[in-house]
């Protein structure tokens, strides 16, 4: 299948350009799932995601601590 019609909205694009940012931040060499739930943390509570880690009580500072114990 050809990658051609495929779009990546503002939103996303933002959210992979802030996931890049920590794996930066974070001295890792690629971007990894843990790198976009840490840019999810930035998303404003009246987003889905936002949503979803308030409701499940997840906060930064607790996933990075888990994290760097991994």
Do not use: C
Request: glycine fraction near 2%.
């Amino acid at each position: 299948a050809s990658a051609q019609g495929l779009y990546v909205t503002q939103r996303l694009n933002k959210l992979l350009v802030k996931a890049q940012d920590e794996a930066k931040r974070l001295k890792d060499e690629y971007v990894s799932v843990e790198h976009l739930v840490l840019a999810m943390f930035d998303e404003a509570s009246s987003t889905p995601i936002g949503r979803i880690l308030k409701s499940l009580n997840v906060r930064r500072d607790e996933f990075l601590k888990a994290l760097t114990e991994v």
